[in-house]
Nanobody, 125 residues
Framework: QVQLVESGGGSVQAGGSLRLSCAAS??????????MGWFRQAPGKERDFVAA????????HYPDSVKGRFTISRDNAENMVYLDMNSLTPDDTGIYYC????????????????WGQGTQVTVSS
């Protein structure tokens, strides 16, 4: 059974930084062969795409809202995925989820096969 566990969330002031981690486990599950994504959900809003990294070649994808501020990365040896977030704004507040998808990257939450429980990020002005 695949398990994704997020950590690293917390409260930070606007302009600050956080690093989120996603620890992946499961028989034969390797982050290197899955598309790994980060999504966030603010209260009363839909789950939005934040970042993704391709399986194999670590090409990354971001929406314009976080491009240049967020960086997704992967540690194949540790089976971990990270999201480095800089220049945070109150609009970045929400629960951040790690997700895995068998296939190419996607910005559509419904296309991901596995999800973590999420970690809360709160950015105050």
């Amino acid at each position: 059974q695949v398990q994704l566990v997020e950590s690293g969330g917390g409260s930070v002031q606007a302009g600050g930084s956080l690093r989120l981690s996603c620890a992946a486990s499961g028989r034969h599950f390797k982050v290197s062969v899955y598309a790994m994504g980060w999504f966030r959900q603010a209260p009363g809003k839909e789950r939005d795409f934040v970042a993704a990294i391709m399986p194999g070649v670590p090409r990354t994808h971001y929406p314009d809202s976080v491009k240049g501020r967020f960086t997704i990365s992967r540690d194949n040896a540790e089976n971990m995925v990270y999201l480095d977030m800089n220049s945070l704004t109150p609009d970045d507040t929400g629960i951040y989820y790690c997700a895995a998808r068998a296939g190419p990257v996607s910005a559509t939450p419904g296309s991901y096969n596995y999800w973590g429980q999420g970690t809360q990020v709160t950015v105050s002005s």
